[in-house]
């Protein structure tokens, strides 16, 4: 995979999988610190202890009955590559956490990609669960929060061509923000 933002989709297929009502998505770029980090949580079904370590290590588990996922482990070796890890706090039947973090100015990190492209499909393609998105670059950031839009749109449905459109316009302008 050549950007993280398609890991990032990867993942919350998952959190929707799981049945999730609600998905937050953190970019969070500490330029200074030179660390970056990708986190998403979500409030599905949740995993136990085991079923996160055979998740995080496929090939460490004996049992061969289970068709074996990737989309965890790429994500691992994204991070990992780059001096960075992978972490995942999950609870049966309150949600799981998963956590990563870059080195930023590694070589071997992958660009971000088109994060924002990624939150507005998601948004289109899902437009019955409800997405928090924060963007942080150094000290500043912004959250685009569907439930808080929902509330300003009454009954029109997130997936609605001019709504799509207004969230894309509110990443960009606010990403304009964040570097300025
Ligand atoms: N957010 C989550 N909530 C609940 N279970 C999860 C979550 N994320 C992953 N899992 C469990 O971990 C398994 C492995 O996830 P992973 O993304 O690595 O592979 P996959 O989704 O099974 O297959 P792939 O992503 O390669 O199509 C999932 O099948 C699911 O059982
Ligand atoms: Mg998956």
Redesign the pocket.
Known sequence: MRELSLNVL??V???I??K?TVIEIELLEHIEKDLLEIN?F?N????TEE?VKS?ID?FFTTRTTR?V?????LFKMAAEMSGGWLDIK?EVGK??R?YTSYGYSNVDRMPVGDMNGTVSMLIRMNPDIDFVYTHSINEKSYVLDTRELREQLDDVPLDTPDVIEWIEEYLKENDAELTT
Do not use: E
């Open positions: 990867d993942i297929q998952n959190s999988s799981a999730a998403i979500d599905g079904k949740g995993m079923q998740v496929p068709k996922g990737l989309g965890i482990p999950s949600g799981t998963v």
